[in-house]
């Protein structure tokens, strides 16, 4: 198994010219560290600059300003075949009159390496891949997941040291996609390779990721593991977009050691301090669908919305003016309410995240 590759972006930034002569620009100062081994996802809306991140990273895009470093070397000017990375794509791009042999090995033989080697390494490729009975198959003959293991594997046989995804599993029904996000970590695992991939999925990005990297408008807002990001949102932004959230206000009441008092419309509750508060202060905070406690005695609203869904009873409620998402687990042990029916519920301390300022 070959070294894990660095990859450093510092400064990215891509300014794309429009028809009316105006500048746009697609990606701002981005700076990301992606460690050696490590599986980092790009995730935001459509247009945050996270293709584009990721096409500069393999050389269709050439920055306007900023470095790309793979291990060390920077690469930024640098066409795709001259730089250590492979891709993965939405569409495939498998050859239609190639078998899947001939596929995979497609890149080896432009290398012009001996036939026993490409042998040996296409062997050991589908057996990773558990698609020796396939070899000779051609693209029309296999399924969407069965393609794009194909198109992975092809990747894969190059060795080279970062692995680029571009929304690779967009193509495929939910099941499918859920079944190959699991197959991809395993062996991203195994082969143990540098690995950036780009999705809008907020799901495949949360079971993937050893590191999110959360985009809008061109800029990082936030990165960090998938707890950090869905737990500790930095802004409403990020708190909308992991998951569901409702945002709420409050007041800092005072400040305590690492903690602050939150007066909720009356209700005080102790939690986490975050950055740029002080006493008095109005704040907005964050608090998951998950995390309010059904029966507690704090808060009293009516429901507008209920909808068992098996594993759990989905409410809203309107309090306050505005309108909450309440999510019970294990409703079959629970007391559930009807839509015009009154909903008694408090808050869990420890799950409520003061937005920071």
Do not use: W
């Not at 510092?10 to 460690?35: G, H, M, W, Y």
């Not at 459509?46 to 793979?70: D, H, N, Q, V, Y």
């Not at 007041?251 to 509750?269: F, Q, S």
Request: aromatic share 6%; charged share 25%; hydrophobic share 35%.
């Amino acid at each position: 198994m070959r070294e894990k590759i660095k990859v450093e972006l510092k400064n990215l930034t891509k300014t794309f010219i429009t028809n009316k002569n105006d500048q746009v620009k697609a990606v701002d100062n981005v700076n990301l560290t992606v460690e050696p081994g490590e599986f980092v996802c790009l995730l935001g809306p459509s247009g945050c600059g996270k293709t584009t991140t990721l096409r500069m990273l393999a050389g269709f895009e050439i920055p306007t300003e900023g470095e790309i470093l793979i291990g060390g070397k920077n690469v930024a000017n640098l066409t795709p075949d001259k730089r250590d990375t492979a891709m993965v794509f939405q569409n495939y791009a498998l050859f239609p009159h190639l078998n899947v042999y001939d596929n995979i090995s497609y890149g080896l033989k432009l290398q012009k390496l001996p036939k026993s080697e490409i042998r040996d390494r296409v062997d050991k490729i589908l057996e990773l891949m558990k698609m020796k009975d396939f070899a000779h198959r051609v693209p029309s003959e296999m399924s969407g997941g069965q393609q794009q293991r194909v198109s992975l594997a092809r990747a894969l046989i190059m060795e080279s040291g970062v692995l680029l995804f571009d929304e690779p599993l967009s193509n495929l029904d939910a099941k499918l996609r859920l079944h190959m996000r699991d197959e991809i970590r395993k062996i991203q695992k195994q082969v143990g390779i540098s690995t950036i991939y780009v999705t809008h999925d907020q799901e495949e990005a949360m079971g993937l990721s050893d590191k999110i990297v959360i985009m809008k408008d061109g800029m990082i807002q936030q990165m960090g593991s998938p707890r950090e990001i869905y737990q500790k949102p930095v802004n409403e932004f990020v708190a909308q977009f992991i998951g569901r959230a409702n945002i709420l206000d409050g007041t800092i009441a005072e400040e305590k050691e690492g903690t602050v008092i939150l007066d909720v419309h009356g209700v005080r509750y102790e939690t986490e301090k975050t950055t740029g508060h002080i006493e008095g202060d109005k704040v907005k905070f964050m608090i998951r669908p998950e995390s309010f406690i059904i029966g507690g005695k704090d808060f009293k609203a009516e429901v507008t919305k209920s909808v068992f869904m098996g594993s759990h009873h989905e409410y809203e409620v309107s309090l306050f003016g505005k309108t909450f998402e309440i999510s019970e687990n294990n409703p079959m042990r629970k007391i559930t309410a009807d839509t015009g029916e009154q909903l008694f519920f408090s808050m869990d301390p420890n799950s409520i995240h003061i937005l920071e300022k």
